[in-house]
């Protein structure tokens, strides 16, 4: 049972350029939801799903778009990378909005 | 003021001992209350969860809940060098879950 699959694990890009970081999930969940992680600032949300075709912002929404393709899969997009997005970013999932998550394994990104 | 604040420490208990993590959350409207433990460079997993005032016990972990006092707290009795790792505090109120920034735990053999 895989849980949930986040692609890349790690990656680097330059100022500028865009990017999209893959999440799926095989759980059958409604709610996914998207976060970044910063030393001494703990997990913020970026974006979530509460069911397919749904999607709202979270605390941290500026420079990042989100898709949910399907039940299963739910993705996030740089259009333009700044260094600001350096982060550590986690997919999780959850069966519904006030359920238990469960997390991805994250993706390590550096904008240089 | 923060959703949720938790002590950072670090905390260290020597193997064997009682450690104590505590939590606090501002807004009463909180639903429900989970502990998440992440080793270093690693994603976060899912340890306890409460939703009713009390106590929760699992196995070695036990979770308090206060919602007078708005405090959450997890007691890991007999620590183990393996539970060293940061220990995340999350609260739900609607649609979102909103994590203090953890506190990181030491159990010294």
């Known amino acids: 049972n895989a849980g949930v699959t986040q692609t890349p694990k790690f990656q680097v890009l330059k100022t500028g350029q865009s990017m999209t970081l893959q999440c799926a999930q095989d759980?059958?969940?409604?709610?996914m939801y998207w976060y970044r992680q910063d030393p001494g600032m703990g997990l913020r949300l970026i974006y979530y799903?509460?069911?397919?075709?749904?999607?709202d912002k979270g605390e941290v929404p500026n420079g990042y778009n989100v898709s949910r393709l399907n039940k299963r899969e739910f993705s996030l997009r740089l259009e333009s990378a700044a260094p600001s997005q350096t982060s550590v970013y986690f997919c999780?999932?959850?069966?519904?909005?006030?359920?238990?998550?469960?997390f991805g394994s994250g993706t390590q990104l550096s904008v240089l | 003021q923060k959703e949720v604040e938790q002590n950072s420490g670090p905390l260290s208990v020597p193997e064997g001992a009682i450690a104590s993590l505590n939590c606090t959350y501002s807004?009463?409207?909180?639903?429900?209350f989970f502990w998440y433990r992440q080793y270093s460079g690693k994603s976060p997993e899912l340890i306890m969860s409460?939703?009713?005032?009390g106590d929760k016990e699992d196995g070695r972990f036990t979770a308090q809940l206060n919602k007078a006092s708005q405090y959450v707290s997890l007691l890991i009795r007999d620590s183990q060098p393996s539970d060293s790792a940061t220990y995340l505090c999350?609260?739900?109120?609607?649609?979102?879950?909103?994590f203090g920034t953890g506190t990181s735990l030491t159990v010294i053999p």
């Open positions: 799903s509460a069911s397919e075709g749904t999607t």
């Open positions: 999780a999932s959850g069966r519904a909005l006030n359920e238990k998550l469960f």
């Open positions: 759980m059958n969940h409604n709610s």
């Open positions: 999350a609260v739900n109120r609607g649609n979102q879950f909103y």
């Open positions: 409460i939703y009713s005032n």
């Open positions: 807004d009463r409207g909180s639903q429900s």
